[in-house]
Each structure stands twice: as C-alpha cells, then as structure tokens.
C-alpha cells in the first residue's frame, strides 16, 4: 500500500504518543519535503517532534511537478500542496491530511483521504489500539486538536465506545 501524509496526522500523533501506528498500520509512509521542512519548524515548539524524520519507515520524497504545486499553492499551504502532488505522482492508495480544503481538493483530484481520526479508528478495527476515546481526548487536549462535539459523537459510536 502506498501512503502519502501530510504534517497534521504525523506531527498529531506524535504529540500524543502513537506515532508507531502509522507504521504498524502502513508500513512506509512518504511525506514531501515540504512536510518534512514543517515537521523541522515545529519541533523547535513541540519536543514529542524531535527525532521524527529520523524514522526509517517515514521516506521524505521530492515532488516533480512543481507547476502542480505552484498552483495548489493558490488556495493551499506548501505542505498540503506537495503531499497531493506527491500523491498523484506516486499514485497513492492513500493520503493522510486534516485539513479540509486540502482534503477536498484531493478527493476531487480522485485521491482516498483519511484525517488522524480515521486514522485511530483504523488502528481500533485492526486491533492496533484497545480505544479510541482516550487517544481523541488527547488529541484535543494535549495536541490542541479541534473536534466538534458531533464529529467526537459519531466517532465514539462507529468505535463501538459510546
């Protein structure tokens, strides 16, 4: 499988402690050298970042199509953009990103998305994790994660931990 993320899914599980999943979930996952040069940024603020990129699963690819980005760039951060391009380019059976615009335009450009929460709830439905509740909690508490109280609902529900 194939799977591109942007910053958001890596820097927040970082930040609560379950980097490891996307590994065990993915095995490899590509970030942009866009993504890389944010995680680098954010480290200086969020210790739980440091060591990040020195991950031998997390593979830090060049995208090709500047053009591509350059124009996603319009309504776009330099991250979001490069981890859709590197999608497309490495024809991704998967990107991970939260935010929603970018998320929106990737499902246009006909890419699978999957946010951090899916992500958890992947990780529940393949045994990875026994909960969701609490790692969504930290999310909102310790990685400042915004979830609407609908959204954290519903979550909860599709977990089986309503």
Known sequence: MIVVSDTSPVMNLAIIGQLQLLERLYGVVSIPEG????????????????GVLQQDWLKICRVSNSLAVQTLILELDQGEAEAIVLAQEKRADLLLMDEKRG??????????????VGVLLQAKEQKLTDAVKPHLNELITRAGFWVGEELYRRVLEVAGET
């Open 103 to 116: 998320r929106k335009i990737a499902q246009q450009l006909g890419i699978k998305v999957l946010g951090v």
């Open 35 to 50: 993504v890389a040069e944010e995680l680098k940024v954010l480290a200086q603020y969020h210790e739980e970042l440091q």
